[in-house]
C-alpha cells in the first residue's frame, strides 16, 4: 500500500511539472501584464484539479497495463513472421491508440462546435460529425503504421514517402473546401500524443532491431513523421465528402 | 446521477477499441493467455477513470482559460483603438511564451533529445535540442497567432514550411532526418493542444472579420512544423561547426 501511494505521489508530481509552464505563464500575464479579475475562479481551479488527477491516472494506467501489453504484442507478432497479420496488428494498433487519444476528443469535439456554430451541420449532427471526424483520423494513422511498417520491411526511403506526402497534401488542399484546410492541418499533430506515440514507436524500433541490415535509429523513427502527415490528407477528403 | 455518469460511459465508447485490439490479438491471433492479467485490468480502469477526469477538466479549467487569455489581450480596453498587426504584441510575447514553456516540460521530448544524443556521438547535446525545439514550437505558434490576425490563408504558410523542408533536408546531416521529422510530432503534448487550440479558436472569435471556423484552427500544425525547420538547422550548424573545426586540426 505504502509504496503504491509513493508511486502515485512520484506520477503527480510529473502531470504537476507538465501542467505549471501554463500555469506559470497564465499566472504571470494575468498579474503583470493584464492585471485584470478571473472570472469564475474556483471553476477553473476545481478543473485544474481535475486535470492533475485525471491526467496522473491516466499515465500509471498506460504503464501498468497498456504499455507492457503493447509492447510484448508488437515483439510477438515481429517474431511470429507473419507480414500479414504484422501488417493487421500495426493497422488495428494505430487505429485503437488514436481513438483514445485524449488530445484528439477534445479537438474534435471543438471543430465539430465551431462548424455547427456556421451552420455547416445540424445541432443533431454535432456527435456523429466529431465520431466520424475522429474515426476518419484514426484509420488513417492506421494506414500510417502499416506503410511505416512496411517501409522498415522493404527499406524505402523516408524521404520519397515524405516528399509524396507533402505533394499530397499540396494537390489535396486545391481541392478541399476552405474550411476544413485549418482543421485537417491541424489533425497531424494532434493525433500523435500520448497514446499512440510509445506503442508505434516501440513497434517500428523492435521491427528495425529484428530485420538485418536496419538501423534501429535511423529506420525505427520516422513512423510518426508518416501518422503525421496521413490524416492531414484524409481530413480533407473527409472535408470534400460530408 | 446520470449526467455524472455520462462522461464515464461516453469515455468507455473511446479506449474500448484499443483494449479490444490487445486482448484480442492476444488470446485470439496469438493464443496466448494474458501474462499478469489482474494488472492489466487495474491498468485499463486506471486509465478509463484518468481520461474521464482529466477531459472534464480541460473543458472546466483550460479551454476557458485559453479563451480568456485570447479574448482579455485583444480587448480594446488593452489593446487601444488602433487595431493594426502590430499593436497585438502581448499576443505573439504570449504565444511564445507558453509554446517554449510547455516544450521545454515535455516529458516526451526528452526522450527523443537523449536518443538524439546517442545517435550523433554526442555531437549533438541533449539539452540544446531541448531548447531548438522548444524555440522552434515558441516561433511556430507566435507566427500562426499573426496569421489569425492578419487572416491570411493557412496554406500559404505551410506549404512554404514544406518547402523550407525540403530545401533543407537536401543539405542536413542523413542521419537526423528521421529524428527531426519525428520531433515535430512529438512537441504538441496532451496539456499543450487544447490550451493552443482554444487561444487559436478564441483569437478568431474576437478579432473582427475573422471566422474562427476558417481561421482558428491551425496553431497546433505550426507548432509541429516549425521544430523541425529549428532542429534541421541545428543539425546542420553543429555539422559545419564541428567539420570547421575537423579542418583547423
Same mark, same amino acid.
Given at each position: ?28 500575464? /494575468?498579474?503583470?501584464?493584464? /492585471? ?36 510484448? *504484442? ?27 487519444e485524449p488530445a484528439l476528443i477534445v479537438v474534435a469535439n471543438e471543430a465539430a462546435n465551431v462548424t455547427q456554430l456556421n451552420g455547416l451541420i445540424k445541432k443533431?449532427?454535432?456527435? =456523429? ?14 494506414? =500510417? ?5 512496411? &517501409? ?42 500520448? %497514446?499512440?506515440?510509445? *506503442? ?8 528495425? =532491431?529484428?530485420?538485418?541490415? &536496419? ?10 513523421? %508518416?501518422? =503525421? ?14 | ?5 455520462? #462522461? ?5 465508447? $473511446? ?36 481520461? @474521464? ?10 479551454? #476557458? ?11 480594446? @480596453? ?12 502581448w499576443i505573439y510575447i504570449f504565444a511564445f511564451a507558453i509554446g517554449f514553456s510547455t516544450t521545454i516540460a515535455e516529458p516526451s521530448l526528452l526522450a527523443v533529445a537523449i536518443k538524439a544524443n ?41 506549404? +512554404? ?20 521529422? $519525428? ?6 503534448? +496532451?496539456?499543450?493542444? #487544447?490550451?493552443?487550440? +482554444? ?6 472569435? +474576437? ?7 476558417? $481561421? ?34
Amino acid at each position: 500500500m505504502k509504496i503504491i501511494f509513493k508511486i502515485f505521489i512520484h506520477n503527480l508530481l510529473n502531470s504537476a511539472k507538465d501542467l505549471a509552464p501554463i500555469v506559470l505563464v497564465i499566472g504571470f500575464f /494575468q498579474l503583470v501584464v493584464l /492585471q485584470q479579475n478571473i472570472p469564475n475562479f474556483t471553476d477553473i481551479v476545481i478543473g485544474a484539479g481535475f486535470v492533475l488527477f485525471g491526467l496522473t491516472l491516466f499515465v500509471y494506467g498506460l504503464n501498468l497495463g497498456l504499455f507492457p501489453i503493447g509492447e510484448a *504484442l508488437a515483439l510477438a507478432f515481429i517474431k511470429e513472421g507473419s507480414i500479414i497479420w504484422l501488417l493487421i496488428f500495426s493497422f488495428a494498433l494505430g487505429f485503437g491508440t488514436t481513438i483514445a487519444e485524449p488530445a484528439l476528443i477534445v479537438v474534435a469535439n471543438e471543430a465539430a462546435n465551431v462548424t455547427q456554430l456556421n451552420g455547416l451541420i445540424k445541432k443533431v449532427e454535432l456527435q =456523429s460529425y466529431a465520431q466520424m471526424l475522429r474515426y476518419t483520423i484514426a484509420i488513417s494513422v492506421g494506414l =500510417s503504421v502499416l506503410i511505416g511498417v512496411l &517501409r522498415i520491411i522493404k527499406g524505402w526511403s523516408l524521404m520519397h514517402l515524405i516528399i509524396s506526402g507533402y505533394l499530397l497534401v499540396i494537390i489535396t488542399t486545391a481541392f478541399a473546401p476552405e474550411y476544413i484546410i485549418g482543421i485537417a492541418y491541424d489533425s497531424g499533430g494532434v493525433t500523435t500524443s500520448t %497514446i499512440t506515440v510509445p *506503442l508505434i514507436t516501440a513497434l517500428g524500433v523492435g521491427l528495425a =532491431s529484428s530485420i538485418r541490415g &536496419r538501423n534501429p535509429m535511423t529506420d525505427g523513427f520516422g513512423m510518426i513523421a %508518416i501518422a =503525421s502527415l496521413l490524416p492531414i490528407i484524409a481530413v480533407m477528403i473527409f472535408g470534400m465528402l460530408w | 446521477m446520470v449526467n455524472l455518469l455520462q #462522461p464515464f460511459i461516453n469515455m468507455l465508447w $473511446d479506449i474500448a477499441p484499443i483494449a479490444l485490439v490487445l486482448f484480442g490479438f492476444q488470446t485470439l491471433i496469438l493464443k496466448q493467455r494474458m501474462p499478469n492479467l489482474k494488472k492489466m485490468i487495474v491498468g485499463f480502469i486506471l486509465v478509463w477513470i484518468g481520461l @474521464t477526469f482529466f477531459i472534464i477538466g480541460l473543458e472546466k479549467a483550460l479551454f #476557458p482559460l485559453g479563451k480568456l487569455m485570447a479574448v482579455q489581450l485583444t480587448s480594446p @480596453t488593452f489593446v487601444g483603438n488602433n487595431i493594426s498587426w502590430e499593436n497585438y504584441y502581448w499576443i505573439y510575447i504570449f504565444a511564445f511564451a507558453i509554446g517554449f514553456s510547455t516544450t521545454i516540460a515535455e516529458p516526451s521530448l526528452l526522450a527523443v533529445a537523449i536518443k538524439a544524443n546517442q545517435v550523433s556521438g554526442g555531437s549533438i547535446k541533449t539539452w540544446s535540442l531541448r531548447i531548438t525545439v522548444a524555440i522552434g514550437v515558441a516561433i511556430g505558434i507566435s507566427i500562426g497567432s499573426y496569421r489569425i490576425i492578419i487572416g491570411t490563408p493557412i496554406h500559404y504558410f505551410i506549404i +512554404t514550411g514544406y518547402v523550407v523542408v525540403l530545401i533543407q533536408t537536401y543539405f542536413a546531416p542523413k542521419n537526423i532526418i528521421a529524428l527531426a521529422y $519525428d520531433s515535430g510530432g512529438v512537441t504538441t503534448s +496532451t496539456v499543450t493542444v #487544447p490550451i493552443v487550440a +482554444t487561444l487559436g479558436l478564441g483569437l478568431a472569435s +474576437t478579432i473582427e472579420g475573422r471566422n474562427p471556423m476558417i $481561421d482558428g484552427f491551425g496553431l497546433i500544425a505550426f507548432a509541429s512544423l516549425f521544430p523541425i525547420m529549428s532542429v534541421l538547422a541545428y543539425a546542420q550548424i553543429t555539422y559545419f561547426l564541428n567539420r570547421r573545426k575537423k579542418d583547423a586540426l
